[in-house]
C-alpha cells in the first residue's frame, strides 16, 4: 500500500495520517479527520471498515482502518480532540442561538406551529 501524498500534512507515525496546520490528524488525500470517522465507527459496533465505507464513498477500507489504528496508538489525543470539538460546537450553537436573527425565527417558527396544531 503506497501512502497519499499530501504535503500540507506533517508526517505522523502512521504513513497515511498526517496532522494539519492545526495538529488535527487526518487521513492523507482525503483530509478527514480521524475523529470524523473513528466516533461514527464506535456508534456504530460491529460495522466493517467496507460497510462504513458505503456511506462515505469518498473513504477506502483501508482509510478507515488506517484511522482505527491511528486511534487505537493515540487514544487519549484523540478523545480530547473530539471533547474540544464538541465544546466549540456547543459555543457556536449558543452564540448562534443568542443573535436577534435566530431569536426571530425561533418565534417564528413556534407562532407557524401553534396556528398548524390550531387549524387540525
Avoid: N
Wanted: proline letters at 8%; a negative charge; charged letters at 35%.
Amino acid at each position: 500500500m503506497t501512502p497519499k501524498v499530501d504535503e500540507t500534512l506533517t508526517p505522523t507515525d502512521h504513513p497515511l495520517i498526517g496532522l494539519d496546520a492545526r495538529g488535527r490528524p487526518r487521513v492523507r488525500g482525503v483530509h478527514a479527520r480521524v475523529t470524523q470517522i473513528v466516533m461514527p465507527m464506535a456508534a456504530a459496533p460491529g460495522e466493517t471498515p467496507e460497510q462504513f465505507c458505503e456511506h462515505y464513498p469518498h473513504l477506502t477500507p483501508d482509510d478507515v482502518r488506517a484511522a482505527l489504528a491511528y486511534y487505537a496508538a493515540h487514544k487519549a489525543e484523540v478523545d480530547e480532540e473530539y471533547r474540544q470539538e464538541r465544546e466549540e460546537e456547543e459555543r457556536l450553537r449558543q452564540l448562534h442561538e443568542s443573535t436577534p436573527a435566530s431569536r426571530e425565527w425561533r418565534a417564528k417558527m413556534w407562532r407557524l406551529k401553534t396556528e398548524r396544531e390550531r387549524s387540525s
